[in-house]
């Protein structure tokens, strides 16, 4: 399901954002020892901000166009409190802690 399909669901309360992200770490879990597609993966601040959107969405809060969607991003762009490494054992960055 595209991620605006998602994200309408769970704006309309048919699916939890914490459920959502749930079934993607599961899915991460079983697939990338094969695929090997991330280098860091945080399920602990996608469960919380997962939660977060949750509350959000009970609380009636004005929501974004992807509020509740579990991305993934390129290890190329600067994380807050995650491990970005640009590909290369090299560099490591805590940057924007």
């Known amino acids: ?11 309309s309360k048919n ?7 749930e ?7 079983r697939l990338d ?8 993966v945080a399920p602990e601040v996608a469960r919380q901000q997962a939660s977060a959107a949750d ?3 009970i609380a009636g809060e ?3 166009p992807l509020h509740g969607v579990p991305i993934s991003i390129k290890d190329s762009l600067w994380t807050k409190d995650v491990r ?3 590909g290369s054992v090299r560099v490591w960055s805590t940057a924007f802690r």
């Open 55 to 57: 509350l959000a969405v």
């Open 84 to 86: 970005t490494t640009c």
């Open 33 to 40: 020892p094969n695929l090997n597609s991330f280098l860091t």
């Open 23 to 29: 079934q993607v770490l599961e899915r991460i879990d």
């Open 1 to 11: 399901m595209p991620g605006w399909m998602l994200a309408r669901e769970i704006a």
């Open 15 to 21: 699916l939890s954002a914490v459920e959502l992200t």
């Open 62 to 64: 004005q929501l974004g």
